[in-house]
């Protein structure tokens, strides 16, 4: 069975925001995508075009706008960094 692929009410981060503004990666949306056999993380656009999606367990990259690449890698990169400190404990910084 095929999963549904995220709607636009799903996203869970707009990286547009003012809080987490970056130069190289303004108002790409990311979505975070799990279910038992998908571990996901979709970029759209804010109108919702994709960009591309990366698999977290397998490496397995696709990307639909290769103009985009390298904004692409940032907001990946920064989503998976964000994510993993969250589990992290407090160092007292």
Do not use: K, Q
């Not at 869970?12 to 303004?26: I, L, M, N, Q, Y």
């Not at 109108?47 to 977290?56: A, N």
């Amino acid at each position: 069975m095929r999963s549904r692929r995220p709607a636009a009410d799903d996203r869970c981060v707009t990286w547009g925001d003012a809080a987490r503004r970056e130069p190289d990666v303004d108002d790409l949306v990311v979505t975070r995508w799990r279910t038992h056999d998908e571990n996901r993380i979709y970029v759209t656009t804010p109108t919702g075009d994709p960009v591309g999606w990366v698999d977290i367990d397998t490496g397995a990259r696709h990307l639909d706008r290769a103009e985009l690449e390298d904004r692409f890698e940032v907001t990946v990169a920064m989503h998976v960094a964000l994510e993993r400190s969250a589990y992290l404990p407090d160092a007292g910084l």
